[in-house]
Nanobody
Framework: QVRLVESGGGVAQPGGSLTLSCTST????????IGWFRQAPGKERELVAT???????TYADSVKDRFSISRDNYSDRVTLQMITLKPEDTAVYYC???????????WGQGTQVTVSS
């Protein structure tokens, strides 16, 4: 059973930066795409950013030009670099992957990001 293990997160001041990492216990190339969702208190879980096997990226409008997603196929890791953080970025961030065969979804356990002065 493949697992997605997150690391990083924590507390940052507005305008600060944080980096999240998600490591797959299996071959990351078996995911059609992999990335991050987030869920703030009282809100729906929302897409933050994803990256495909081919390297194509998708970002939520709210994080474009501030967040950058990348993947390292050799270490089976995907990284989300977050800069110019805002209080509204505060949420639990979940690593997510869409597995190719059999088609299935995988989620990490979540990591808290808090942006506060």
């Amino acid at each position: 059973q493949v697992r997605l293990v997150e690391s990083g997160g924590g507390v940052a001041q507005p305008g600060g930066s944080l980096t999240l990492s998600c490591t797959s216990t299996g071959n990351i190339n078996e995911f059609i795409y992999i990335g991050w969702f987030r869920q703030a208190p009282g809100k729906e879980r929302e897409l933050v950013a994803t990256i495909t096997r081919g390297g194509s990226t998708t970002y939520a409008d709210s994080v474009k030009d501030r967040f950058s997603i990348s993947r390292d196929n050799y270490s089976d890791r995907v990284t989300l670099q977050m800069i110019t953080l805002k209080p509204e970025d505060t949420a639990v961030y979940y690593c997510y992957g869409r597995f190719a065969m059999p088609p299935s979804d995988y989620w990490g356990q979540g990591t808290q990001v808090t942006v506060s002065s």
